[in-house]
């Protein structure tokens, strides 16, 4: 568009030299002031422009830093409750969000990982649930307030604690 209006302002000074009558000459000469404004207001756009790139690319921008991804906070506190078919363990943490959760389920085990809410990374684990689940069947659901893990049970039963008590007498057994 600039090499345009420089195409358009150069073509009527060729005019105005060339216009032999004061009405015209008065006309190419109102039409070339217009367009010298229009072009010099358009190079000072093009200025502004340039500068706040500049400042842009000079100018510090502030980042909140990433979390580390290999430091997790463990969360401790959660509460959970079983049906005849299934295990809900429910954990409180507001900011999570679907897309920051990721659960690894095994048939005695599971391990939950949030990743950046408020700037930190959670994780919840049961190394040795009670009985066996279903990881396939198990899921997660994180609502704005809490996280609840619903974990299918192989079989079907009362679950009386939720991990894995160590025999007494098998843990203080000479090996």
Not at 154 to 160: L, Q
Request: charge should be positive; charged fraction near 30%.
């Amino acid at each position: 568009m600039a090499s345009e209006l420089a195409d358009d302002l150069l073509e009527l000074r060729q005019l105005l030299g060339e216009a032999k009558r004061p009405r015209i000459q008065a006309l190419l000469s109102n039409e070339i002031a217009v367009l010298e404004k229009q072009q010099s207001v358009d190079e000072e756009k093009l200025k502004a422009i340039a500068a706040e790139e500049r400042l842009k690319e000079t100018a510090p921008v502030e980042k909140k830093p990433a979390p580390r991804s290999d430091h997790y906070t463990s969360l401790s506190t959660f509460s959970w409750d079983e049906e005849t078919e299934k295990v809900k363990i429910y954990i409180s943490l507001e900011g999570a969000t679907q897309e920051k959760v990721s659960v690894h389920y095994q048939a005695d085990s599971i391990n939950l990982k949030i990743h950046d809410v408020n700037g930190k990374n959670y994780q919840f684990s049961v190394p040795k649930l009670a009985k066996k689940i279903v990881p396939s069947a198990s899921k997660v659901l994180v609502k704005p307030k809490r996280i609840i893990l619903t974990l299918k049970k192989a079989d079907f039963g009362t679950w009386y604690e939720l991990t894995k008590k160590e025999d007494k007498v098998n843990a203080c057994a000479p090996g």
